[in-house]
Every structure is written in C-alpha cells, then in structure tokens.
C-alpha cells in the first residue's frame, strides 16, 4: 500500500495543490499517470494526475481517500510531469494549468479528419552541400549530439545564410541515433516553406505538427502519433514544445527573437525555457537560430550560457541587400506629401519593368491609425478597452483592434460638434490604395490579420507572390517571416518609425529585427537586393545599425541602456496586473499590492507603480499594474513573494476580482 500526491482538474486558486490519496490498485503508481479520484465534501469522481509517489503519509493526517482507477496512457510520462511542476515554481501558473500544456485537450472519438498538412507541397529532397562556415557549425552540433552531451546553441547567422540547412541535417544526425526532434517556429501557417522543406528531407509520414489552429480532433490524431513512436519529428508553433516524446535528441527554435514563443495566457511560459529544461532532461541539444537575435540571448552568448555559431554570409554568396535611407522630412519639404518617396517609386517602376517583384511593409493595419477632431482634438476610443479606433475603410468603419469593436465614423465631433474630422497615420489599406493609383498595371495583394480572416487565405496569399502571380506584396510583419523568393528584388519599408514608439523597454530591439528581418527578404536570388527605409528619425541609433545591418551595431548600444536602466537581462521583471469593473477599486488594489511590495521586498528590488496599464481598459475591466525589477539571479525568491502576494489577494474580500501575474512579458500593453 503506498501515497500519491495528486493534481486535481479544478482550475481554481482555491485548489492549487497537491492532494495525497491512498493508493490500492494492483498496478504500479507512476508520477504523470491519469487518475480518478473522489474530490470534495461530495465526493465527486474528478480527474487528476500524479505528481508524486509517496513512501508515507504525511504527519498528522490518518484518514484518506483512495484513488479509484488508474489509466498511463491518457496521462504524462514522469519528465513531462517534472517539466510541469517545475513550470508552476517559473511561471506562477496553477498546476493543471501547466499539466494541461501537455496534453491535447479536449479529445474526440477517433475519425477521419483533414490533414494539417494539406496544401504544402514537398518534393523529396536530399541535403544540400554545405559551405565553410555550416559545416563547422553542424559539426560542433553534431558532436554534442554524438556523445549525447546537453549543449545550448544560439546559431547567429545572417538572413538567407542557410540556418535551415544546418537544422534540417543536425535533425538527421538526430534521428539517425534512434531520437526524436521538435522543431518550433514563430507561427506554423507563416512559414510553409520550412515545413515544406522538412518534409521534403523527412517524408510526411514520419512528422505530426501542432499549433493552436488545429481542430480538437486533429490535436488528438497528432498527439496519438506521436505517442505511438509513429513519427520522429514534430514541427510546431510554441506549444509544440510539449510534444509527449520519450526520447528527445534536439529542439530547434527558429527566430528565436520573436515574441510569439512567450504565452500571455494561462501558464505563461516561455517556449525557449521550457525547451531548455526539457533538452536538460533528455540529455539533448537545443539550437536557437536568428539572424536578429533576442538581446538577452545575445548577452546568454556573450557570457558562455550558449554557444554561439556564427554564419556571417549568405549562402547564395550575393552579398546583402543595399539599403538606401530616405528622411521623409526632406520629401514633405520638397512637396512630396505621398506615402512613397521619390527613391521608392522610382525603385518600385524599375522593379516592375524588369520583371521582379517587391515587398512594402508597414506595421499597421486598418487605413488610418487613428481619426481626431481637428478643431478640439477628439479622438474616438473604444468604450471596452480605451484604446484610439483604427480607420478601415473597406468596411467604412472603426475597429478596435483588441476586441473587434465596431462604430460608424462620426460625422460631426460628438465633443464640440465640428465637422472637421480628419484621419491621421497610414495603415497597410491606405500604401494597397495608393501603390493601386501608382502602377495600375500591377498585381498587388495585401497581407495582414484583415486579409486573412476567412480559412486558407493565408496560404492562398502567400502561394500566389511565391509563383510570380503577384507583383508588389503589402504587409505587415507577416511578410517580415520566412519567405524566401528568389525573384524579390525591393523591399520598402514605408515607415520605420511605427515601433520606436511603443511604451516597452523593448521597442528598440523590435524595430531593429522587424526591419532588418524585412530586409533580409530582398535578395535572395543571383543578384543583390536593394532595401530602402522611410524614416521620419534617421538620426536613431537602432534605424541606423538597421540601414547598416551591423546587429553588433545596435547590441552595443542596446545592452549598454539594459544595464545602466537595469532591464533583463540585468533583471528579471515581475508585471502584476489588478483588474475589476470598478475603477475606484482597482485603484485601491493597486495602491495596497505596491505597498506590500514595497514593504517586504529587500532595499535592492525596485517596484514602479501602481499606474493605469498602457491599455486601461479590456473587455470592460479597468486595469492598473505594478512593475517590479528583481535582481538577476533572484528570480526564484521574488516568486515567493509573488505567490504570498496572490495568497494575501485571494484571502481579501474587499480586493479587485483578478491579479495576474506575468514573469518577463513581451508585452506590457
């Protein structure tokens, strides 16, 4: 007769933790192994998952419950189940909130379903040769690999300099060994042509995938599959790192730096971090490839957490785009008040004439940022989350981009009664209108979150430009990742400034990767490529090293402004947001959760607040929040103090209805 401590499926505050039942099944216990035991003063049969195995009962407790009955396959295997508790401790979730991470969901009967695969298209393909500097990355790979070493890799190499490569045969070497391998990118329909490449070196038949758009029944095909040891490589969006494998040999994060890998729901959990702890677990490599990469994982590189390979040149041996910076305040002087300079026009005519096609990205969607009374200054806000409304004028409305809202455009100021409304701050709608007016002969198509609303016209979008169909694509960052067409000779970038703004200690860096990753897609043929930049601040530090793409450049500088203003990796930031439909509340939550902070937390821990959020208002809940910075290296004992302060939250009758916590968030609207 033995113990189990036992996570419960009840996703409450109230009941995050552990419950020891006795255990009287003639099987062996095993931590990770689905359970169902009676729950609460009712008894209920609930589920529940094993998160330990216990030699005694606690002290002090003599009577217990017993577990009912037992089923392994339906549960985690014990490194998935460890990985989990310890994401509880690193994230601050609950933990059937970081069990539920490996697991499919809600799973349905066994039927025929559509294949996630449908539509990308791979003829098989055998490895390509590599040159000097991949071939001494791969081998530094594949010696860890070889000697089953845990070694972590920032593959540092510039855009169109062949990382792909370097994945696909360090992923062979892999499942050549008999081990299994997740490959995650920044979102799985943004890049079919590394999963098309994968599948053309490994076979369909032997890859499942994962992402959040797949259907429930999908999700539990794949995940069938890959318990089964039916397939060898699972390539995915970030919460493909959950991938239910024994056997891993390596995880592959490319574009490390993007934001999509952090979750800013439920558990929130980094991809990378997860994928760290798993490779460790597994004794596997994991390689994180960029050609703009985090600063903080930089930094990792610099201190000899990761090693770093570097691929200096593109693969082709054309040498980087040429890149021409044009200050827009020079065009408006000039009288050019269009949204195209003088250098990009002329650029884009002789682009079309000889046949190629270009890129112009802008990261702002809708037709106008925003639309303001010119007589008093009104500016429309959405009354759920108090944010301006975005112009959009195919639907001739105002759209709030967090919620969906939707509002007429006044006609006259609801403020002062003017009928002078005017529209301010180009979208990607406004450069398709005005590109149309330029080049009526040209095949123009647009790529943003409103283009790609309705099912497949993602991959529609994206099959057209690739087969020549489309002359000039318009877009936002969806047209900054993984593509590769050899035949894309310009990129503009239409306003470079649009990021610098944003109120987040990353904004820099943002701006940085979207426009050199944008200009990285500009040629990637047999001939040199040519970027040009629309600034209204060619004067920044970041638009320069951008235009230069000299990342060394902007990290210098970069890390510099980390240290001294002692944001991560100097730090690690602790985001508590206080939420209630009563303003007045909030308000006062805030005021008590900063004081107690401030109170308990030693001298050397900064906490900033409270204050209203940058969006203050979201789905009807106001919202203030309290920044604190850690120390580095203190991470664990300031979430003890998180977790007391959630304790102390949760026992407040009079406190605000929520608190999150959010540990390095990627974002901070």
Known sequence: ?????????????????????????????????????????????TDGYIAGVLDSPPEGVKRFKTVLSADPGKGLTREAMETALWMKGRCLCRYIEAVKCFLPGNTQAKRKTK?????????????????????????AISAA?????????????VTGSGKTEVYLQAMENAVQQGRQGIVLVPEISLTPQTVSRFMARFGKERIAVLHSKLTPAQKSVEYEKIRSGAVDLVIGARSAVFAPFENIGLIVIDEEHESSYKSESGAKYDAMEVAMKRAKAHGAVLI???????????????????????????????PLPKVVTVDMREEVKAGNRSLFSE???????????????????????GYSSFVSCRECGYVPRCPECGISLTYHKEESALICHYCGRKEPVPRVC??????????????????????????????????????????????????????????????????????????????????????????????????????????????????????????????????????????????????????????????????????????????????????????VLPADYIVMGPGPSPMTKQAGLFRYQVIVKSPAGRRKECSAFAAKLRRAFD???????????????????
């Not at 033995?2 to 995050?16: C, G, H, L």
């Open 288 to 318: 994180l490839g960029s050609a703009t990469p985090s600063t903080q994982n930089f930094y990792r590189s610099e201190q000899g957490i990761f090693r770093r390979l570097e691929l200096p040149r593109r693969y082709n041996r054309v």
């Open 343 to 365: 250098a990009l026009a002329g650029e884009l005519e002789k682009t079309l004439a000889e046949g190629k096609q270009a890129i112009l990205f802008l990261n702002r969607r």
């Open 1 to 45: 007769m033995s113990y189990v401590s036992v996570i419960v499926d009840n996703n409450t505050n109230a009941t995050d933790e552990l419950y020891t039942y006795l255990w009287d099944l003639p099987e062996q216990p095993e931590p990770g192994c689905f359970v169902r035991v009676p729950f609460s003063i009712h008894n209920k049969e």
């Open 414 to 599: 609801p403020e002062c009664g003017s009928k002078i409304i005017g529209r301010f701050g180009a979208g990607t709608e406004q450069v398709e209108e005005k590109a149309a007016e330029l080049f009526p002969d040209a095949r123009i198509e647009r790529l943003d979150l409103d283009a790609v609303k309705k099912k497949g016209n993602l991959e529609a979008i994206l099959k057209r430009f690739a087969s020549g169909k489309t002359d000039i694509l318009i877009g936002t960052q969806l047209v900054a990742k993984g593509l590769d067409i050899a035949n894309v000779a310009l990129v503009g970038i239409i306003s470079a400034d649009v990021t610098l703004n944003i109120p987040d200690y990353r904004s820099g860096e943002r701006t940085f990767q979207l426009v050199t990753q944008a200009a990285g897609r500009s040629g990637r043929g047999d001939e040199q490529g040519q970027v040009i930049i629309q600034t209204y601040n060619p004067e920044s530090a970041v638009i320069r090293a951008a235009a230069a793409q000299d990342y060394r450049q902007f990290y210098e500088r970069e890390i510099s402004i980390r240290e001294a203003a002692l944001y991560p990796p100097f730090s690690d930031l602790f985001r508590f947001v206080i939420a209630d439909e009563d303003e007045t509340k909030v308000i006062d939550s805030a005021a008590r959760c900063a004081a107690w902070l401030k109170k």
């Open 115 to 139: 294949d996630p695969f449908a539509g990308l298209e791979a003829e098989p393909q055998e490895a390509l040769e590599l040159n000097a500097d991949q071939q001494k990355a791969l081998d």
């Open 145 to 157: 690999l070889e000697t089953r070493t845990n070694e972590n890799f920032l593959l540092f190499g």
């Open 651 to 669: 026992a407040e009758k009079t406190a605000a209805r929520l608190l999150t916590t959010d540990i390095n968030p990627y974002s901070f609207i």
